[in-house]
């Protein structure tokens, strides 16, 4: 990987949001305070619904999302928010007490890119949250990079076709002149 795209990815982080959803306060204060002072724009939800109004309004570059919440819970929401075009791309990582093969691949299932078991390890939290905004800043400048490479490739294949009938009237032009010598 080119290192100048990477740093670019990586310095972006003071520009980033993170919703952080969970019906427990306790739990989104720890939250907020290991994620304080990463320079990220915290945003908070307690339940499903409110999630998905946040996320739909502000688009932020990731959302952490408890499984079990009254009402509407992880994997709805994540299913909701993965079923919207406007929300599809943003990286969901599920924490979550339930530590389960089955839960884990059910979060997966549901479109999460992560999971983290509670209690959790503050760094482990802080990697991985680094990790997949900086996977998804790459993937965004990758996609921009494609819409380019495209964009370039319908120019030049136009300026081919343009090129080519120049070419086949010049030869056109050429041999009428020679069957105008010829035959005279």
């Known amino acids: 990987m080119d290192e100048t795209i990477q740093r670019s990815c ?28 990463h320079g990220y724009r915290l945003l908070a939800a307690k339940n499903g619904e409110s999630a998905l109004s946040i996320a739909t309004r502000t688009h932020p570059d990731l959302i952490l999302l408890d499984l079990m919440m009254p009402g509407m819970d992880g994997f709805e929401v994540c299913e909701r928010l993965k079923a919207d075009p406007t929300t599809a791309d943003i990286p969901i990582i599920f924490l979550s007490a339930l530590g389960q093969t089955e839960d884990k691949v059910r979060g997966f299932r549901a479109g999460a890119v992560d999971y983290i078991t509670k209690p959790f390890q503050p760094e482990e939290v802080i990697a991985r949250v680094r990790t997949h905004l900086t996977l998804h800043c790459l993937q965004r400048q990758l996609e921009a990079a494609n819409a380019e490479l495209r964009d370039l490739n319908e120019n030049l294949e136009q300026k081919v076709r343009e090129r080519t009938r120049q070419l086949e009237a010049e030869q056109a032009k050429v041999v009428k002149a020679q069957n105008a010598i010829i035959f005279g």
């Open 10 to 37: 990586e310095s972006r982080e003071a520009q980033e949001s993170i919703l952080m959803v969970d019906d427990n306060a306790t739990n989104l204060q720890v939250l907020s305070q290991t994620l304080a002072g």
